[in-house]
């Protein structure tokens, strides 16, 4: 990213709960792609985000995935939607549990909003289940 020279725990921390949730290879990417002008923003997200957020321990992967869901949904961030439900690969959350969180979406912060969240999440759905990359209810990788 930029200077590694200064990286605090909390940073550290946030880059292994990032690789986790995320993959390795997308935070690569992130990486690869950080300039001098985003690098702070970064840094920021690494040790706000994912270091203290993401690495505390009062809530699980699986719920702090539910969570980030539904809040990315309720406010329109499809993208992120998307990275998030690829990441539920990673967290344990199913696909009965976004379907779940998305209908808090419908209640909480309106239908429209969940209805939109609902195609990205089925879509995304599809293409790991096409890629190979779903867990099933145990945890094993595959269809």
């Known amino acids: 990213m930029s200077d590694t020279t200064s990286e605090t725990p909390r940073f550290e921390a946030g880059m292994a709960v990032r690789r986790r949730v995320l993959g ?49 949904a309720a406010l329109g961030q499809d993208d992120e939607v998307a990275l998030h439900v690829r990441a539920t690969r990673n967290t344990g959350a199913s696909e009965t549990d976004v379907a779940e969180a998305l209908m808090h979406v419908a209640v909480y912060a309106g239908v429209p909003a969940a209805n939109h969240a609902i195609k990205i999440a089925k879509r995304t759905f599809a293409e790991m289940a096409a890629e190979g990359t779903m867990r099933d209810v145990t945890g094993e990788s595959g269809r």
């Open 24 to 72: 390795a290879a997308h935070v690569e990417r992130a990486e690869k792609a950080t300039t001098p002008f985003d690098a702070p923003f970064q840094r920021f997200i690494t040790e706000g985000a994912w270091g203290t957020l993401w690495a505390g321990d009062r809530l699980t992967l699986r719920e702090r995935s539910l969570v980030t869901i539904a809040l990315l």
